[in-house]
């Protein structure tokens, strides 16, 4: 079927600074192995990784489908993550792990003999950061064999809640938010999950919301979830106080009072990612 056409370049609004590759490595230590019971996967399962990243989830995959007939590609168009996931798969001795590719989601870099052969396509984080997601997943309907799955995880930014509310949040965490739009970004796109995957001519079977929190008495909460939360909004520092809501330093203080209230004796973080899943028709 017909990709819708896409004219406007993809903004990822965290950048790729060695930081935010750092930020990133700490999220999927935190959300992999969720994001992996969910899906399911069988040994032998030929997958395809839409916008895979620094590749950690992806080369998890693998393991999980590894054995004789299985293949997994990972396709990322920023050069600089596509290196890091390289090395990082160096690193652990897993470079025949995944076929990376560099290449762009609205047109995914595969031979003519590949199209319509993976049982799953999946993507993570990667709608929220296109300014036209149905061409990215009419591609991956396209990729997947008569009956294979396509999985989209996404984000649906107007969940979170941080309880007690720490001062300030919901203002902060409500400009964030207008970063996306200011940028032709959905910042919560993961409510359309499923309405999308039925336009671009899937039939969604399920969906979830794996979830992405902690509260005190986890050691995770301070350093793994609070620690991610403000470093996201750290790297937005400078389109955030562009819009003109906070000045720099009350912008400072909330990012303060989010890591004090981490030490808070009844502090919780609710979070869920939206998970939708469906088959291309047979």
């Known amino acids: 079927m017909p990709a819708p056409p896409n004219n406007a370049a993809a903004h990822y609004l965290h950048g790729t600074t060695p930081d935010e590759q750092d930020r990133l490595g700490l999220m999927n230590r935190l959300l992999n192995q969720n994001s992996l019971a969910e899906m399911q996967l069988k040994s032998g399962e030929k997958v395809l990784d839409v916008g895979c990243g620094l590749g950690q989830l992806t080369r998890d995959m693998a393991r999980e489908v590894g054995g004789p007939n299985a293949a997994v590609v990972g396709i990322e168009r920023s050069r600089e993550q596509l290196a890091v996931a390289k090395q990082l798969a160096h690193d652990n001795g897993e470079e025949l792990l995944v076929d990376f590719r560099e290449g762009s989601a609205d047109q995914l870099p ?140 009350a912008f400072s203080t909330c990012l303060t009072t989010i890591r004090h209230w981490a030490q808070r004796p009844d502090a919780a973080f609710w979070y869920a990612v939206s998970y939708a899943e469906a088959r291309r028709p047979l």
């Open 110 to 249: 595969l031979t003519d003999n590949e199209w319509g052969t993976f049982d799953v396509a999946h993507a993570r984080f990667l709608l929220e950061h296109v300014p036209n997601p149905l061409a990215v997943v009419c591609q991956m309907v396209r990729a997947v064999r008569p009956g294979g799955r396509i999985i989209l995880e996404d984000d649906p930014h107007d969940i979170i809640r941080l309880w007690p509310e720490p001062p300030g949040f919901t203002q902060l965490w409500a400009a964030y938010m207008r970063t996306y739009d200011r940028v032709g970004n959905d910042p919560v796109i993961g409510h359309r999950l499923v309405a999308l995957l039925v336009e671009a001519g899937a039939q969604p079977t399920r969906n979830a919301w794996p979830f992405f929190g902690a509260c005190a008495g986890q050691p995770d909460l301070l350093l793994g979830f609070v620690d991610n939360l403000v470093r996201i909004l750290e790297g937005v520092r400078e389109p955030i106080l562009a819009l003109g809501q906070f000045d720099a330093p």
